[in-house]
């Protein structure tokens, strides 16, 4: 038995009195974060509208510092919370475990003494004379049911049963021990540095700390979270929880439902505002390439979140980030839960968590979200980074060695992910658009050949495609007069070649993209691509819509690749930007059309 807690103490320790401590921890966790919102959504808006000048741009700056401090005790409260009702349920289940052995103690008249020993009566019959065998005092020697019973006289049954009962006596006390101590070390880890301000490197403690406390919930809050269920079943889930259960998941693991398939926007975009946080801290004052890499994407992120929406752009929901892989980021310009249609971006070759998705990606979103309200103001269009898309190496030429690998595991992610979409959505059968670009193309095409295909999509839009994988419009699942295409006339990735003409390009001393066109030159008129039909090609059959040329391959400054760049921009091509609103929108009937390849 430990010196530091006996059997009595476990028994009559208060768990409530835990739960009480942890709904107070729960308050103030709940206050900051109302704080946050205030200064967030309602003092730094005024602010911004109302105030201009270097005093009011200073006054921006202090009340975001307030907000990022709130937020921080916000985190903090929350794990102690967390940590406290994690001790209650664990030191719960040890009393149980003590409170049966003590009711058989009872139940057989035994006594169960203060040092865990428990005393039996006489019982059985001895091997002479057959009189009762006398009683005695079992004490724990280990583990239960490590120590067989001796089989060279006969035993007094009563023996056993004390045995055993000792052991588990002695072993829920060693249980709870180990317990206290491991949460003690926890709750004295979890505090601030003194100050007012929250630099990254306390959030690089928090996040320690977090972890930390995510460990220890496991068993809590973990196994409860419905990672195998359909985004249906986890919206429901998410629906059944009380509201201080949805605080402590959202405290303790926002990366967890952060990025959790069928749980609603707005809860998604407040975990993950919050893991955001997290992830700076994780990755700050990291030195090797792909967290800085990581770092800058998150940064540049952070920054439009907490910048003031310029009139007329949507809102931003940050739906999911994670430093997996080459890095998770799902954005949102405008509620997909509340919008009537719905267009979700796959970027393609290239694509990571730095700071040109941050930038550029992300911006192709905003654009179709801003250009799709304008002709109808329930709309939002998603980026989606939820796979790893295929690295360059060595710049056009890399783009032939793409497989098919990522774009079907990527394409699994997203059905998932538009499942959550028509899950949570609350306008009963919304108009979902799914827009590939590039490699993009290809995934999407990946996703509409797996289970029923990408669930609740109506429309797909496919851009700078090397093609999808299927040979037919009417092979990707909404058939062939809800697919459209844009394919810029300088865009060398819409011309990529087929294997069969690599081969034949491999032949030549060319390499890079001059290699591309020496295949098409050695078999006229194909219309295959690397991964199937060209889908700007009527043997493919899909609806192609206009688009700009685009800058031409060669340049007095050399190699270009813009042609592939431009689809969204609504400056540089503006038909192929407005045909993308109005396909999302809802209004495909108003796309022009543009003759086939």
């Not at 406290?84 to 030191?91: P, R």
């Not at 020697?141 to 009962?165: E, F, R, T, W, Y």
């Not at 007329?312 to 999911?320: A, D, K, R, V, Y």
């Amino acid at each position: 038995m430990t010196p530091t807690l006996t059997w009595a103490q476990l028994r009559d320790l208060k768990c409530a009195e835990l739960e009480g401590a942890a709904d107070g921890w729960g308050k103030s966790s709940n206050r900051a974060d109302a704080a946050r919102d205030r200064i967030e959504r309602q003092m730094l808006t005024g602010l911004r509208d109302t105030q201009e000048g270097e005093a009011a741009q200073a006054a921006v700056a202090r009340l975001r510092q307030l907000g990022r401090n709130f937020q921080y005790v916000y985190t903090e409260c929350g794990l102690v919370r967390t940590t406290l009702n994690s001790l209650a349920h664990e030191m719960k289940t040890q009393q149980r475990a003590l409170r049966e052995a003590l009711d058989d103690a009872a139940a057989l008249r035994f006594t169960v003494h203060a040092d865990g020993t428990v005393s039996y009566p006489a019982g059985g019959e001895g091997l002479i004379g057959g009189a009762p065998l006398r009683g005695g005092t079992a004490a724990s020697s280990g583990p239960p049911g490590l120590v067989p019973p001796s089989g060279l006289v006969a035993p007094n049954p009563n023996a056993a049963k004390a045995q055993d009962i000792a052991d588990r006596v002695t072993g829920a006390v060693r249980a709870a021990a180990e317990i206290d101590w491991r949460y003690a070390g926890i709750l004295r880890r979890l505090k601030a540095e003194e100050g007012l301000k929250v630099p990254d490197s306390t959030w690089k403690d928090a996040a320690g700390d977090a972890a930390e406390v995510r460990d220890a919930a496991a068993a809590y809050l973990e196994d409860a979270i419905p990672h195998d269920a359909s985004p249906a079943e986890r919206r429901d889930w998410w629906a059944g929880l009380t509201q201080e259960q949805r605080e402590e998941y959202l405290a303790v693991y926002p990366d967890r439902i952060g990025n959790l398939d069928g749980i609603p926007a707005l809860v998604r975009d407040a975990a993950n505002r919050d893991n955001l946080q997290l992830l700076i801290g994780k990755l700050e004052g990291r030195d090797d390439e792909r967290s800085m890499t990581q770092l800058a994407g998150l940064r540049e992120i952070d920054r439009q979140l907490g910048a003031a929406a310029k009139p007329g752009e949507p809102p931003m929901f940050l739906l999911g980030v994670s430093d997996e892989g080459n890095g998770r980021a799902i954005v949102s310009y405008g509620n997909p839960d509340t919008a009537k249609h719905v267009a979700t971006y796959v970027p393609g070759l290239n694509t990571a968590l730095d700071k040109d998705f941050a930038e550029g990606d992300l911006k192709r979103a905003r654009d179709t979200a801003i250009g799709a309200r304008y002709y109808d103001p329930s709309s939002a269009a998603i980026s989606w980074l939820g796979y790893d898309a295929p690295q360059a190496i060595d710049g056009l030429s890399s783009l032939a060695v793409a497989g098919d690998g990522r774009a079907v595991e990527g394409g699994r992610h997203f059905n998932d992910f538009t499942a959550g979409l028509a899950a949570t959505n609350e306008n009963g059968d919304p108009h979902l658009t799914a827009i590939g670009h590039s490699y993009g193309s290809r995934t999407v095409g990946a996703a509409t050949q797996q289970g029923d295909g990408i669930p609740g999509i109506d429309d797909i839009v496919l851009l700078g495609s090397p093609g999808v994988g299927v040979d037919r419009a009417e092979d990707l699942g909404v058939g062939r007069d809800h697919v459209f295409v844009g394919a810029a006339e300088n865009d060398v990735v819409t011309k990529m070649p087929s294997k069969q003409q690599v081969a034949a390009g491999a032949a030549t001393a060319l390499s890079g993209p001059f290699a591309y066109f020496v295949g098409d030159v050695a078999d006229p008129g194909d219309d295959d691509l690397w991964f199937g039909k060209d889908p700007a090609s009527r043997a493919f059959g899909a609806n192609r819509f206009p688009v700009d040329e685009g800058p031409g391959v060669v340049s007095r400054h050399g190699l270009s690749s813009d042609a592939h760049s431009q689809y969204f921009d609504p400056v540089r091509d503006p038909a192929s930007a407005n045909s993308i609103a109005l396909i999302s929108a809802g209004h495909s009937e108003k796309v022009k059309s543009e003759e086939y390849r």
